[in-house]
């Protein structure tokens, strides 16, 4: 089984900068796919970011692109949402996710079997 745990959650001011951790155990990190999703309330689960351990291929939402910077230190297990220049609609529960092995529809929360808790972001205006 699979743990993953998130940190870094908080508020934040608009402009402000924020980096969320995501530290895995359980399986072999350097083989697990990595994305983080983000959940506002009362709406669904979207797509953020995601970094591929092959060759460490990046996608990113169109939403958070230029400002959002997804990473990983295999050394620690742990993957790195680095948040800068963030808005009042990027608040929401940021959650962690892994899969061992390539997918091809890696927007699709359905896709991940391995979950974090989830930390809350807030950004005030």
């Known amino acids: 089984q699979v743990q993953l745990r998130e940190s870094g959650g908080g508020l934040v001011q608009a402009g402000g900068s924020l980096r969320l951790s995501c530290a895995a155990s359980?399986?072999?990190?350097?083989?697990?796919?990595m994305g983080w999703f983000r959940q506002p309330p009362g709406k669904e689960r979207e797509f953020v970011a995601g970094i591929w351990w092959r060759y460490g291929t990046t996608h990113y939402a169109d939403s958070v692109k230029g400002r959002f910077t997804i990473s990983r230190d295999n050394a620690k297990n742990t993957v790195y949402l680095q948040m800068n220049s963030l808005k009042p609609e990027d608040t929401a529960v940021y959650y962690c996710?892994?899969?061992?092995?390539?997918?091809?529809?890696?927007?699709?929360?359905?896709?991940?079997?391995?979950w974090g808790q989830g930390t809350q972001v807030t950004v005030s205006s």
């Open positions: 996710a892994g899969v061992a092995g390539g997918i091809y529809y890696y927007t699709k929360p359905e896709n991940y079997p391995y």
């Open positions: 359980g399986l072999t990190f350097s083989s697990l796919n």
